[in-house]
């Protein structure tokens, strides 16, 4: 997964023979230029990544509603989500959080479900839970859907001994105390779980720590994870940085063996304010372009971790893990305001389709990203409520983006018209490439509030045809999928662009995202 040091270079060279000049308009008119370039980056499937923590309705009355329910379901686990998911594709799934993470002790959430203690839920919204969703529910549930899990463990109010135990629980396939442990609880085969974070934002939640005392004790728990299989694929996740605390990702990069760490991670949310969230569903304008510039600066957070990265691993060996990002709202009026439910609207595909972008982009580092939260929780790509499931546009924008997932990256260059709103400016497009079995796809966003804006995309050295297209896009920047109407914003087939002379244009509508194939 290593990238040539030239990359870059080589990137600029390309894109400098196509486009000359490219210089930023005052006309809402786009141009990119797309080319490939040797030893470009592997697009990661895992940066389509998801989140499951024990927050809300994520797990109960979300994911899992039990064996006895009415609603139809495998092992407790709703068979709508699960077909949803498969065909979403999901590569990985974080569990159990979060904040929960580091109160979470697993051996509570194993054996009989009759026997499993209660706890209480002191992060979100202080309910007590019975522990019927465990290490075998989550595992067994990622089997059937064909994902990876990517287990978050207990650093902050655990021990060493507690975490490496549940690394042999389903890890070691030999005969240990915590392998018996795991037959004796009816399963034989150890499922080779590789993605550990070791501890949940250090800087918070996860112990209020100073980034030099966490890397001494990420040492420590690094040390005593091991490859029970030898298949040295063991992925190690150091809790990462604060959006914007590079001092953060300094300390971690300085003082921690590279032996000892394959991955350092992420959180940044996209808001209107942080203390002053707003409404999902009933926002302006400005309140739009607030959370829009957040969702932008993930280009600035992604980039200058990765310079402070290069500095201390110029192989881009470690990779960088955004396992926390999405929109953050105001809870939906008469829920729980620990629950963290919102509707998910146009804005959310906006900064989806973003988000997504930029990760393409940056693939040389990013190699791995989770969506918050899968069901019911900030970011949702499916909402429930009773036995009614619906897909949100969120979804519909991963889903289309998924034609990216571990295909070769046709880097861009891009000169976006800018979306203007009082004394601020945005770029109003966004694009990603990616080529994969013989099939070219581009995905485009349009941020803008109320204008539509016309794309020259420079294809040239490319010789593609049989173009088309598909689009997600609504009357207004508010609408969203509800209960009663769970199709209002799906993909629609496209077809306002022309391709002519190797320069496809398209005029993109405001507030859209569109996604390509040509072959």
Known sequence: MNKSPKYTSLLLVVLMTIVPVLSVSAQQKAAIAIAKIDNAPIISKH???????????CIYDGFYVGEKSTIPNTNGVRNDIIAALKELGIPNLRWPGGCFADTYHWKDGIGPKSERPTMVNQWWGGVTEDNSFGTHDFLDLCEILGTEPYLAANVGSGTVKEFTDWVAYVNHSGKSPMSELRKKNNRDKAWGVKFWGVGNEMWGCGGNMTPEFYANLFKQ?????????????????????????????????RDIPKNLIEGVALHSYSFVAWDHKGSSTKFNEEQYFSTMKTALKMEELVTKHTEIMDK?????????????????????????PGFLYQQNTMRDAMIAGTTLNIFNNHSDRVRMANLAQTVNVLQAVILTKGDKMLLTPTYHVMHLYKVHQDATLLPVKIDSPLYKFGNETLPAISASASAKDGKTHISLVNIHATEKITTDINLETLKLNNFSAQIITSAKLQDYNSFENPNAITPKPFKDFKYKNGILTVTIPPFSVIVFEAQ
């Open 312 to 336: 201390y691993d110029p192989e881009k060996k470690i990779a960088l893990i955004v396992d926390e990002w999405g929109g953050w709202y105001d809870v939906e009026e008469g829920t729980n």
């Open 221 to 253: 728990y690094s040390t005593f994870m091991t490859d029970w299989d030898n298949s040295g694929k063991m992925f190690r996740i150091a809790s990462g940085a604060n959006v914007a605390d590079y001092h953060w990702t300094e300390v971690l990069m």
């Open 47 to 57: 940066i389509y990544g998801h989140f499951s923590e024990h927050l809300g309705r």
